[in-house]
């Protein structure tokens, strides 16, 4: 799940640079949580039903997430 800082519903549209430090750190927080328990299956020898295909999502979600923030933060006021 991709999400656009500047439209998401979680971060005020009042320019508080706070809201969307914390969105970002709800949505990472998701994404190392997905990465966590797809680690924990492997280290016992089960498997998800998606593999490790929904880790290496996670992963690519949290780059995006970056992208998306040092865009709004260097973006013109």
């Known amino acids: 799940m991709t999400i656009n800082l500047r439209t998401h519903p979680n971060v005020e549209q009042t320019g508080n640079d706070t809201s969307v430090i914390d969105c970002l750190i709800h949505e ?3 994404d190392l949580q997905v990465i966590k328990m ?3 299956l492997q280290l016992v020898g089960e498997r ?3 593999g490790p ?3 290496f999502d996670a992963a690519a979600n949290i ?3 970056l992208g998306e923030v040092r865009r709004y933060f ?4």
């Open 28 to 30: 990472i927080q998701n």
């Open 38 to 40: 797809e680690a924990e």
């Open 48 to 50: 998800s039903k998606r």
């Open 53 to 55: 295909e929904c880790a």
């Open 63 to 65: 780059e995006r997430l």
């Open 74 to 77: 260097l973006a013109p006021r």
